[in-house]
Nanobody, 115 residues
């Protein structure tokens, strides 16, 4: 079974922090590069952070220095620590493999940053 479940989204003021978590089924997680994507209102879904199986990471320029992605390969989880949040970070956040598994998209978790 392919499953991704995101959690941790919330309403937060600009400058605040949130930690998102994603629980994945082992079939999709094991050995995979994992990523956090986001889709803002009226925008296309974009990849904001990725982490390789051996923990190398990369980030979109818009979040570099503010977001940190991590994974626990024993627990099949991938987290996204978000600091210094900005209103433009408002979006639904999803986790998935990189490139994405098109049948595995979860419901996402809503992050809203107020100014």
């Amino acid at each position: 079974q392919v499953q991704l479940v995101e959690s941790g989204g919330d309403l937060v003021q600009a400058g605040g922090s949130l930690r998102l978590s994603c629980s994945a089924s082992r079939s999709i997680f094991s050995g995979s590069t994992m990523g956090w994507y986001r889709q803002g209102p009226g925008e296309q879904r974009e990849l904001v952070a990725r982490i390789l199986w051996r923990h190398s990471t990369s980030y979109a320029d818009s979040v570099k220095g503010r977001f940190t992605i991590s994974r626990d390969n024993a627990k099949n989880t991938v987290d996204l620590e978000m600091n210094s949040l900005k209103p433009e970070d408002t979006a639904v956040y999803y986790c998935n493999t990189v490139p994405p598994n098109r049948i595995a998209w979860g419901q996402g978790t809503q992050v809203t940053v107020s100014s």
